[in-house]
């Protein structure tokens, strides 16, 4: 089993910064991580990928103002959110796993933590 745990949500005020934290333990592989996040009566996005190598990818959403880091020791990735915008508000997810694969709605991997809130206010 794999067990992915984030930390760092909350309610913050626009313009302000958040940094989300993922934990990942177990017993599979994870060679990449990645945070989404579903807005209310939306659809999950990918927000930014990091490989094993530290390569990194982002979606449309946040992009120039996040940064999604990782420390392998640590089994840790973070996602630094900068400039935010009543439009972040959402649930975000960690995501990790060996492969980067189709499911039903999108490429992910196979192990997601329970999602944190973010809310930011006007």
């Known amino acids: 089993q794999v067990q992915l745990v984030e930390s760092g949500g909350g309610l913050v005020q626009a313009g302000g910064s958040l940094r989300l934290s993922c934990v990942h333990s177990?017993?599979?592989?994870?060679?990449?991580l990645a945070w989404f996040r579903q807005a209310p009566g939306g659809q999950r996005v990918m927000v930014a990928r990091i490989l094993h190598n530290l390569q990194t990818s982002y979606g449309g959403v946040g992009r120039g103002r996040f940064t999604i880091s990782r420390d392998k020791s640590k089994n840790t990735v973070w996602l630094q959110m900068d400039s935010l915008e009543p439009d972040d508000t959402a649930v975000y997810y960690c995501?990790?796993?060996?492969?980067?694969?189709?499911?039903?709605?999108?490429?992910?991997?196979?192990?997601w933590g329970q999602g944190i809130q973010v809310t930011v206010s006007s």
């Open positions: 177990g017993d599979a592989i994870i060679n990449g």
């Open positions: 995501n990790g796993g060996p492969t980067w694969r189709l499911t039903a709605n999108d490429y992910a991997y196979d192990y």
